[in-house]
């Protein structure tokens, strides 16, 4: 795809989505940090549940430091690997309570340092917590990245890179969140609704999909 369908596409997805932001529930970095290592294999919308109760009883780290696994558990155990994440979160409040005064460090090396934050987690907060240019590389971005051909690559971390190279400076940063939400909600895993996507024209996937027609 070459450099001038690239600009129009996040253009499109700009003039649609002027201040796209992530579906998960935060008021501080801390919350969003929780909410995001909730979030591996699990939805937004199943995290949201689970913080909606946590948060108004306890958001801080030595507040939930102080409930230790099993006081966790009860707020997230609807969600997939709730004992392992209640773990990694606990452990997470300990050493931001030890080794960063309460506060969610800053940089990808340190963030990464934290149990159950790996690379996405980590440029997710960076991103949307604390503004930098990053793209977390998710199912949705990695399979909106090659099916369109706007960044092509076997992992996702190649794609990462692709994107971070392919996309034009003044749409870095909010380029996250336009091709989760593409591939959220337009690009989709099984059936893409390519009938009723902004970028159809510029798309590069080869088995675009008609409109569905109506059961007579």
């Given at each position: ?124 907060v960076l991103n949307t917590a604390f503004g930098q240019s990053t793209i977390a590389v998710d ?29 034009p400076q003044e749409f870095l940063h909010d380029a996250h969140h336009w091709l989760i939400l593409h ?34």
């Open positions: 795809m070459n450099a001038e369908k690239r600009r129009e596409i996040f253009m499109r997805f700009r003039h649609a989505n002027p201040h796209p932001t992530t579906e998960l529930e935060y008021t501080t970095p801390f919350e969003l940090l929780i909410a995001v290592i909730l979030s591996a294999q699990a939805t937004d919308v199943s995290v949201n549940k689970a913080t909606r109760k946590l948060y108004p009883v306890t958001n801080t780290p030595a507040a939930i430091y102080s409930l230790q696994v099993e006081g966790l558990i009860p707020f997230i155990q609807s969600i997939g690997l709730y004992r392992t994440k209640a773990k990694n979160i606990i452990e997470t409040c300990r050493i931001l309570l030890a080794a960063h005064g309460g506060q969610v460090p800053r940089t990808r090396e340190e963030l990464q340092a934290l149990p159950g934050v790996g690379r996405k987690t980590a440029n997710v199912t949705h971005i990695f399979r909106v990245a090659n099916r369109t051909g706007i960044a092509p690559g076997k992992n996702v971390e190649a794609v990462e890179q692709k994107l971070l190279k392919a996309v591939g959220r909600y337009t690009c989709i895993a099984r059936t893409p609704l390519c009938w009723n996507c902004m970028i159809a024209d510029l798309c590069e996937y080869k088995m675009k999909t008609p409109l569905p027609q109506k059961g007579i």
